[in-house]
């Protein structure tokens, strides 16, 4: 299992950026893969999360209408499209994997990347 976050940096308010995850082929066909986010001395925060065909997405209250989740299979990654970025989306950005069986709980992680809004 390989999930690899990349895309990560500094951004202004109001600026964009994109996220990458690169996932092993296996998991990539078999798992709905989903994006957390992480401040110190906070809990991990979902972020928003796609199904393992594309046609379903979801995202947390506080990026509605702001984040985009996507996947392309060509490259057998899924995308995390951040925009009008504000200070509080600072965190560190981690890609998972979805429990086959168990809904809602990610089982395989991979490494975060930083992101960092300036005001």
């Known amino acids: 299992v390989q999930l690899q976050a990349s895309g990560g940096g500094l951004v202004q308010s109001g600026g964009s950026l994109r996220l990458a995850c690169t996932v092993s082929e296996y998991t990539y066909n078999a798992y709905s893969t989903g994006w957390f986010r992480q401040v110190p001395e906070k809990e991990r925060e979902f972020v928003a999360g796609?199904?393992?065909?594309?046609?379903?997405?979801y995202g947390a209250d506080s990026v509605k209408g702001r984040f985009t989740i996507s996947r392309d299979n060509a490259k057998m990654t899924v995308y995390l499209q951040m925009n009008s970025l504000k200070p509080e989306d600072t965190a560190l950005y981690y890609c998972?994997?979805?429990?086959?069986?168990?809904?809602?709980?990610?089982?395989?992680w991979g490494q975060g990347t930083l992101v960092t809004v300036s005001s």
């Open positions: 796609i199904t393992v065909s594309g046609s379903s997405t």
């Open positions: 998972a994997r979805e429990h086959a069986t168990v809904v809602g709980v990610y089982d395989y």
